[in-house]
């Protein structure tokens, strides 16, 4: 089951922002540099090493997009939980941990933890489909966050499934 958060189109730019930034510098800087050789020398004097730095970057710049691709995606549990034992782990969440609910669609919840040197924090996306939570954590994509942030994200899912687990002992 690979389901992805569901971003705004705010939210995408931020979020794939510095790859854009970074894949656009690049063609800029080696794209100019062939360009001028072509202009300069004939086709055969190309100096093959801004051809293979050109190819370097570009595949660097495919292997980010993945990278930043692979961390809207939904970490998947299967447990057994009521939906009362569900929404109180939000609550408690909520509470406890200082989240922030954003919004909620039935079992769809998206909160923010407001971090400590960004003024947006994380966003945490829940879903329950049957025996299934499906959780993920990312930086807040805006431009005032840094774009990664693995332990605090991966303390939140913890967090939350400590929690959900807890919920579904206690009434065993």
Known sequence: MK??????????????????????????????T?????????????????????????????????IRKISLRYSVYKI??????Y?????RCVSEDNWT???????????????????HGELISIKKINDYVLINSICFPSPTTNPFDPISNRKNVKTFMDILNQETSSKV
């Open 3 to 32: 389901e992805y958060i569901k971003l705004t189109v705010s939210q995408r730019f931020w979020h794939y922002g510095p790859l854009w930034v970074y894949l656009v510098l690049t063609l800029y800087i080696i794209g100019r």
């Open 34 to 66: 062939l360009i001028q050789q072509l202009l300069d020398l004939e086709p055969d004097k190309l100096e093959i090493r801004y051809v293979l730095c050109l190819a370097l970057y570009v595949l660097s710049a495919f292997i980010l997009y993945y």
């Open 80 to 85: 057994k939980c009521t939906d009362d034992d």
């Open 87 to 91: 929404f109180t782990a939000v609550e």
């Open 101 to 119: 609910e954003l919004e909620r669609h039935g079992f769809e919840i998206k909160a923010i933890k407001k971090g400590v040197f960004s003024r």
